[in-house]
Every structure is written in C-alpha cells, then in structure tokens.
C-alpha cells in the first residue's frame, strides 16, 4: 500500500532539516514525512508544471520565511528541481554574501515560499488558502497575490474543505498536524474534539470521492512544548 521512498532507520528530531522518513501511497498522490520541507519535492514529482491547482496550507505555521534574491538566485543555479533525486534536493545549498558567508537551504520554514517564487504559475489565482494558528507571519511575497482574505479560521476548516467539492479545481493539500496542538506551560493540548477531527477527516474523504485532490501532503513533524 505504501512506497518506502526513504524508510524510517530508527526515531529522531526534525527540527529545521532532518528528514526521518518519507512514504508515497502506491496508488494516489499521497505523502507521509516528519518534515515538512519534503513537501515542495513531493509535489514537483506527481504534479504537472503545465497545469494550475488550486493550494491549501493547513498548518500552525505559514511556512513562508523568504530567502534573499541571492540565495534564491543560487539555488537557480543548479539543475531543475523536479530532476533532482531527494538526496540531492535535501542537500542543495546556497551561499550568500553576508559576513558570516550563512549556507541556506531549504527546510520546514521557507520551502512554501521558494515554491511559489519559482513555480508561480502552478497555483492559479484565487485558489489559495491558508489555515495556521498565525505563527511566524510571511515576511515576504510567497503566493501570488496571497490576501488577508484567503485565510481561513481553523474552527471552520472542515466546512471549508467540504465546500472545495463544488469547485473547478484540483487541488493541494498541505496539512503539518501541528495545527491540532498548542503549547501552554511546557504542556502539550489539544485545541480540538473528536467529533471536529472526524469532520475534518470526513471532508478530506469527500475531496477525494469528487476527485479534487491533486496531491494530498500529511507532515506529522513533532512539536515540542
């Protein structure tokens, strides 16, 4: 049922880079990681860059820190990213000016960001949506014409994911399980009951009886308190 694309060695943090593991379901365009970054290479392997889909980030985060135009002008350099192995797209990296002479690569904060910097055209405009809890706010165009409006109150998440059924278009879901937590006191809580859980995997289901779902990317990445 599920393609090993990297097979989890043995438990460990994600932090920032580390990718522990990495699944494909066989038959649909279905990823599991612990790392979210994995997510823009995911895409460029089952999506045609010919196409727009619509795009949904579902996430505490917006995902969206904004490299530099010459960090991003470096990563131009090197061959296209939807040839790149996932070894080496995890391993890309860019120098920068800067004193310190920083190495920048692409992780779990900035890979919404480089995703829509150089594939702008995949995602048509109009058909973006974020759901976060509002932590680390873009510092920068990610989307374009990403607008306050596209943003979606968690609470009504899976009525909104149910009304995309009635929608022309196909489309990306993003989702890092980190938005059902918060931390409060060192303490792990969870913001939502079973019943919301249940409508909000029921409305993902529907998605995928209509055919929406052009890829669906789950990021169990673990959140610490």
């Given at each position: 049922m599920w393609e090993e694309i990297l097979p989890l060695k043995e438990r460990?943090?994600?932090r920032e880079k580390n990718l522990n593991f990495l699944y494909k379901h066989k038959s649909r365009n279905i990823y599991v990681m612990d790392n979210h970054r994995a997510a823009l290479w995911c895409w460029l392997q089952c999506l045609d860059q010919s196409k727009q889909y619509g795009l949904f980030h579902i996430d505490a985060h917006y995902d969206a820190a904004c490299p530099d135009d010459e960090e991003f002008e470096n990563l131009e350099k090197t061959k296209p990213f939807h040839e790149l192995t996932l070894h080496e797209y995890l391993s890309l990296k860019a120098y920068n000016s800067r004193p310190s002479h920083e190495l920048f690569s692409i992780d779990w904060a900035n890979y919404l960001s480089i995703f829509g910097k150089k594939y702008p055209n995949m995602i048509k405009n109009g058909a973006?949506?974020?759901a976060t809890q509002k932590i680390d706010k873009?510092?920068?165009p990610t989307i374009q014409n990403w607008k306050e409006e596209d943003e979606i109150d968690l609470k009504d998440l899976p009525s909104q994911i149910k009304a995309l059924e009635?929608?022309?278009e196909q489309w990306i879901l993003n989702?890092?399980?980190d938005f059902l937590v918060r931390c409060d006191a060192n303490e792990l809580i969870y913001k939502f009951d079973?019943?919301?859980l249940k409508e909000f995997a029921r409305a993902i289901e529907g998605m995928f009886l209509k055919n929406k779902v052009a890829c669906l990317i789950v990021s169990a990445q673990q959140t610490t308190p």
């Open positions: 460990g943090e994600s973006f949506k974020v873009a510092d920068g009635s929608n022309n989702i890092d399980l079973d019943e919301y």
